[in-house]
């Protein structure tokens, strides 16, 4: 299974971005994946999930200001991020945790 994550860089507090994760080797539609997140001497943390009913699953520290998506014709899932504070500055994982498949990260920065 690989996973790409695509989308990320430096971001402007209270702009938008979205970030893309395309896998190859298996299909998002029968798994729950999403988006994980992780600074430096932290833990990985839970941003959003999406099972294969589309049923979604968010992170407290970013409820609200998130929205996780996926278009199974192109096998890609998308996080959406609006309203980004300096605290969303991590570097992104896309995954499917049972397969213990991840993807190569894409660093968010977000700062004035």
């Known amino acids: 299974v690989q996973l790409v994550e695509s989308g990320g860089g430096l971001v402007q507090p209270g702009g938008s971005l979205t970030l893309s994760c395309t896998a190859s080797?298996?299909?998002?539609?029968?798994?729950?994946s999403g988006w994980y997140r992780q600074v430096p001497g932290k833990q990985r943390e839970l941003v959003a999930t999406?099972?294969?009913?589309?049923?979604?699953r968010y992170g407290d520290s970013v409820l609200g200001r998130v929205t996780v998506s996926r278009e199974n014709a192109k096998n890609t899932l998308y996080l959406t991020m609006n309203n980004v504070k300096p605290e969303d500055t991590a570097v992104y994982y896309c995954?499917?945790?049972?397969?213990?498949?991840w993807g190569q990260g894409t660093q968010v920065t977000v700062s004035a």
């Open positions: 995954g499917i945790p049972n397969l213990l498949s």
């Open positions: 080797g298996a299909d998002f539609k029968f798994y729950i």
């Open positions: 999406i099972d294969g009913s589309r049923n979604t």
